[in-house]
């Protein structure tokens, strides 16, 4: 479980650094742009390495019994989060409407394996995951930060997404054993 906390406290740790824009523009000062960008995608590949390792080595703890529709709505937020992942880096429509999809889709993706796991390693995962994107999503909309398009949204990008983060779903539904240890299906 050890490696699990470590890993979960160093990636939230590190993807909050640009919640605190004096810290970050600090570090930028310091390392130069290329520089500090190239550490923050070392140290949350490492951090990713550690959730991943520790989650796959954690002992099941049951904490509480998932709910009976957990699984249902799993089935319905995830495909959903994960076309709002695919949207936040594309010229879409979803990304114009939904004004921060990244975030928006990692909260559905954390409360719907809340809701259809009730282990120890799972609360910690999806519950560390679900507040990070809470407090992000709140500083945002504090500094008033909006998501920037650089290109106008165009409809296609919007089919692309949508048939991307299906895919992807599908894709998850029928690996999610052989990757994650728990079939689906």
């Known amino acids: ?14 993807h909050l650094i640009p919640s605190v824009p004096p810290l970050r523009a600090a570090l930028v000062s310091s390392l130069g742009e290329s520089k500090y960008r190239a550490i923050f995608a070392a140290v949350s590949f490492v951090g990713l390495g550690l959730i991943i390792w520790g989650f796959s080595k954690a002992e099941f703890q049951p904490v509480y019994q998932p709910f009976t529709w957990g699984r249902s709505l799993a089935f319905g937020l995830v495909p959903v989060a994960l076309i709002l992942f695919a949207a936040a880096n594309m010229p879409t429509h979803i990304r114009a409407f939904v004004r921060h999809p990244m975030l928006a889709g990692l909260f559905m993706w954390a409360i719907a394996h809340l809701a259809a ?12 995951l679900g507040a990070y994107s809470v407090v992000a999503t709140a500083s945002v909309i504090m500094r008033g930060k909006q998501s920037s398009q650089v290109k106008a949204p165009r409809w296609t990008m919007d089919i692309v997404a949508i048939v991307s983060g299906s895919v992807a ?13 728990m079939p689906l299906m």
């Open 1 to 14: 479980m050890n490696l699990l906390i470590t890993g979960l406290t160093l990636f939230v740790a590190l």
């Open 117 to 128: 796991n009730g282990d120890l390693r799972s609360i910690l995962l999806f519950g560390a």
């Open 169 to 181: 779903a599908g894709l998850l539904a029928i690996f999610h054993g052989v990757l994650f240890g």
